[in-house]
């Protein structure tokens, strides 16, 4: 008797992209776009420049800070308490 596990690893991809391909019928990543979609703000911006700059020490200092688990928050902290006229780093 082969193992479910076996079974799965062997199958092949093409059923399961046929049934991914029938549930997203766009053409277009524009036409997937809802009323919600919209450009960031320049706070978000700075936000999410601010946390890809940041070592993952600093991303989980100001996580606790924050008392969050959400980088939104701890760029609200950093606001509230830390030096926000400090330039990120510019990270490729």
């Known amino acids: 008797m082969m193992s479910r596990a076996v079974s799965i690893r062997t199958m092949g991809h093409g059923p399961w992209l046929q049934h991914l391909s029938r ?10 776009k809802s009323k919600h979609d919209r450009e960031p703000t320049p706070d978000e911006t700075a936000g999410m420049v601010w946390w890809n700059s940041l070592t993952e020490a600093d991303r989980a200092a100001w996580l606790a800070q924050a008392g969050s688990a959400v980088p939104a928050d701890a760029w609200v902290a950093y606001k509230r308490l830390g030096d926000v006229n400090r330039q990120p780093r510019i990270i490729n």
Not at 23 to 32: G, H, Q
Request: glycine share 0%; hydrophobic share 40%.
């Open 23 to 32: 549930r997203a019928p766009y053409e277009s990543i524009e036409a997937m």
